[in-house]
């Protein structure tokens, strides 16, 4: 388990591996190389908003709405809309994608400007 800092929430534990089809986590050979896990605060608004670019290498994905707001989530690309894709629920609502993450450019949108989305991936 690798255990990196960050200035919102504190030590962040990662573990690196995948799933063994029964739900267990098969740990991944260590390359001597470790997972940076920087925490980064998009400010989300009325318009479809990018959080991350497409074609970034990510094994997990976590998003936190930090905000009073609810935000939409698109992971397939597309620009987010009001009402479809993830909903993320205000005041710490979480979505954590690790066994089947998107490639594709993931866009977020609120109904309230000034919403804020905390992005972790690695």
Same mark, same amino acid.
């Given at each position: 388990?690798?255990?990196?800092?960050?200035?919102?929430?504190?030590?962040?534990?990662?573990?690196?591996?995948?799933?063994?089809?029964?739900?267990?986590?098969?740990?991944?050979?260590?390359?001597?190389?470790?997972?940076? #896990?920087?925490?980064?605060?998009? %400010? *989300?608004? !009325? =318009?479809?908003?990018?959080?991350?670019?497409?074609?970034?290498?990510? &094994? /997990?994905?976590?998003?936190?709405?930090?905000?009073?707001?609810?935000?939409?989530?698109?992971?397939?690309?597309?620009?987010?809309?009001?009402?479809?894709?993830?909903?993320?629920?205000?005041?710490?609502? #979480?979505?954590?994608?690790?066994? %089947? *993450?998107? !490639? =594709?450019?993931?866009?977020?949108?609120?109904?309230?400007?000034?919403? &804020? /989305?905390?992005?972790?991936?690695?």
């Amino acid at each position: 388990m690798t255990t990196t800092a960050n200035s919102f929430y504190g030590p962040v534990p990662v573990l690196m591996g995948t799933d063994d089809g029964a739900g267990n986590l098969v740990p991944v050979a260590s390359t001597g190389a470790r997972a940076h #896990v920087n925490p980064a605060a998009v %400010s *989300v608004g !009325t =318009g479809s908003t990018a959080v991350l670019a497409a074609g970034l290498a990510k &094994n /997990l994905l976590i998003l936190t709405n930090d905000s009073a707001n609810v935000i939409y989530v698109s992971t397939d690309g597309n620009a987010a809309v009001v009402g479809q894709g993830l909903r993320i629920n205000p005041s710490g609502g #979480v979505v954590v994608l690790d066994a %089947s *993450v998107p !490639t =594709g450019a993931i866009n977020a949108i609120s109904g309230t400007a000034g919403s &804020n /989305l905390i992005v972790v991936y690695a």
